[in-house]
């Protein structure tokens, strides 16, 4: 058995900010993907993937029972298909930030949620929110706390518009072009990020006036005006916003940035060649980047291999 595919995803805006309600704009990104399977595997990555489906399993039993009517899952057969060696075949890196745990929870919602919302139904703004709700619920079990996005996205596989915590909705991009200059890549950064302790930081940063006042005036504004000017193909203003979004995650988000990044994603700020963005948490994983000229990013970057999401 082999189920069907489910892909990475990125945040282009919102990240962090989304936990505060300002917007955000989630895309598929079809080049990683993951699939349950069962079949004898003797790999250590199946043993360690269905050792983990173990636990999660029962994460869900206990979801299940203290919130029954958010979501039922049919747990004897999946029980029973983790017993016989059930595992997620998954491309995906995991702690890089593009959804390692996001795609596998919407793997498991699809096989073994019961009643559950389909792709092809009509999908009101109440069920992306009852579905977002669930997925938040079971991806809980992997970051501690989620926005149950990841999934979401990953599911649909749709570019998602998040306008507050309690709207969103799918939406259309500007097509590729992909001849274009401008471009969105992404970089390894070559370690692994761990996206709770991170997420416990901004929740501690938040504590603090200044900071939140911040996230506020300067951070929400920019976001929300990169993801209008970006789903309008008004991609002069995404660059002026994304310069400042820049800016402040240099200024205010530092311990998610490695350290050896820190003088790379200054040089961009002042030479206008490129700018660089969190991608998910942080800490490591994949770095995001945005350029109007793809040639002079990878000139003054030619010690990383970048890899384009996005080419307009």
Request: with cysteine; aromatic share 12%; hydrophobic share 35%.
């Amino acid at each position: 058995m082999k189920g069907p595919l489910f892909y990475s995803k990125i945040l282009l805006f919102g990240e962090y900010g989304i936990i505060k309600d300002s917007k955000g704009l989630s895309i598929p990104y079809n080049f990683y993907n993951g699939a349950l399977k069962i079949e004898s595997n003797n790999s250590q990555e199946a043993q360690q993937s269905n050792a983990s489906l173990k636990r999660f399993a029962a994460h869900l039993e206990q979801l299940q029972q203290e919130d029954p009517n958010l979501v039922q899952f049919n747990l004897t057969q999946l029980h029973s298909d983790i017993a016989n060696g059930m595992y997620f075949d998954s491309s995906i890196p995991q702690g890089y930030g593009v959804g390692s745990s996001g795609a596998l929870v919407a793997a498991i919602y699809d096989k073994y949620a019961q009643d559950k919302t389909t792709v092809l139904e009509n999908l009101t703004r109440e069920k992306l929110v009852h579905l977002k709700t669930v997925f938040a619920a079971m991806e809980s079990f992997f970051h501690g706390k989620s926005s149950g996005l990841d999934p979401l996205n990953s599911y649909l596989s749709l570019p998602i518009l998040i306008n507050s915590k309690d709207h969103i909705e799918p939406t259309g991009i500007p097509s590729q072009s992909v001849g274009g200059k401008g471009a969105v890549f992404l970089i390894d950064s070559g370690i692994v990020g761990e996206t709770a302790p991170l997420v416990q930081i901004f929740m501690e940063n938040l504590k603090n006036e200044g900071f939140r006042n911040m996230m506020k005036s300067q951070f929400s504004k920019y976001t929300d005006a990169a993801v209008d000017s970006f789903l309008k193909g008004n991609f002069k203003q995404v660059f002026d916003n994304t310069k400042q979004l820049s800016k402040i995650a240099l200024s205010h988000f530092k311990p998610m940035i490695p350290e050896s990044f820190h003088q790379v994603w200054q040089k961009g700020i002042d030479t206008n060649d490129y700018y660089l963005k969190l991608c998910g948490s942080g800490g490591g994983g994949y770095i995001l980047g945005f350029t109007e000229d793809l040639e002079k990013a990878k000139a003054a970057l030619k010690e990383y291999k970048l890899e384009v999401v996005y080419q307009f």
